[in-house]
C-alpha cells in the first residue's frame, strides 16, 4: 500500500486556477486500485471512490483536494509479480473560447519488490552426526544479488551457536536477483535438543525471514 500522505513528498491537489467549480476530475491505475481519503461533496459518473482502476467525479476544489490528500494505491502483486512501476493519471476537462481540451499529469508510481526466500525442510539428525547444509535460493526483483544483506541466527545457540552457521553463494550483479545459497550448519559437540534457524535477507527498504528448526 502507498498512501499519499506527504504533502511535501507525495502530496497530491489540483488547482482551478479561477476555472468556475464544480471541477471534473478522473483518475487511473493500469496496475493496481485506489482509494479517495474521504468522499465528501463529490459526485461520480465512473468508480465510487474505493478501489477503483478508474474513477471520475465533479466537485469543488477543496473537497477534491481533500480527497486526494491521503488517496491510497494498492498495487495487485498477484497479477503483476515482476513489475516494478505503475502510474497514477491525473486529467481534467477545461474549456477556453467554445473549445475543450483535457489536461493530465502523470504520477509514477515506484513499487518496491520484497526478497523472496524459498522454504528450507526441518532437520533432524543422530547425536554426533553431520548436519547437511540448507540450500534456499533468494529471489528479488529490483534488487541483484549482491546488494541483498543477510542475517541468519539461532534460536538455541548452546546447540548451534551464530558462529556455526556459514552461508555461502548468493552473488551477482544482475537485476532481478535470483541467489542460490547454502548454510553450513554445525552443531556443539555433545549437545542435543532443538533450535529455530531464522535467515532474514534485508533488500535495503524491506526484510523477509524464513524459519526452520533443527534437531540433534
Known amino acids: ?7 511535501a513528498l507525495e502530496g497530491l491537489g489540483i488547482q482551478s486556477n479561477g476555472y468556475p467549480e464544480p471541477l471534473s476530475i478522473t483518475l487511473t491505475v493500469t496496475k493496481g486500485v485506489f482509494s479517495l481519503s474521504q468522499t465528501t461533496g463529490l459526485t461520480f459518473t ?30 495487485d502483486e498477484v497479477t503483476y509479480p515482476t513489475i516494478i512501476a505503475d502510474t497514477l493519471t491525473i486529467s481534467t476537462p477545461y474549456t477556453v473560447g467554445g473549445v475543450t481540451s483535457t489536461i493530465s499529469q ?22 554426533g552426526s553431520a548436519i547437511s547444509a540448507a540450500t534456499f535460493t533468494v529471489t528479488d526483483a529490483d534488487t541483484a544479488a549482491n546488494a541483498l544483506t543477510y542475517t541468519i541466527t539461532s534460536s538455541n545457540t548452546a546447540l548451534v551457536a551464530n558462529s556455526g552457521l556459514v552461508r555461502t553463494g548468493g552473488t551477482g550483479t544482475t537485476v532481478p536477483a535470483n541467489a542460490a545459497n547454502s548454510l553450513a550448519i554445525t552443531a556443539v559437540a555433545g549437545r542435543t535438543g532443538t533450535t529455530i534457524i531464522t535467515i532474514s535477507v534485508f533488500d535495503g527498504a524491506i526484510t523477509t525471514a524464513t524459519t526452520f528448526s533443527v534437531t540433534v
Open 1 to 7: 500500500l502507498l498512501t499519499f500522505d506527504n504533502v
Open 46 to 75: 465512473t468508480g465510487d471512490g474505493t478501489n477503483d482502476t478508474t474513477m471520475t467525479f465533479t466537485g469543488s476544489m477543496a473537497n477534491i483536494n481533500s480527497a486526494l490528500t491521503g488517496l491510497v494505491y494498492n498495487f
Open 106 to 127: 502523470v504520477v509514477p508510481i515506484q513499487i518496491v519488490k520484497p526478497p523472496v526466500i524459498t522454504a528450507v525442510a526441518d532437520k533432524l539428525v543422530n547425536l
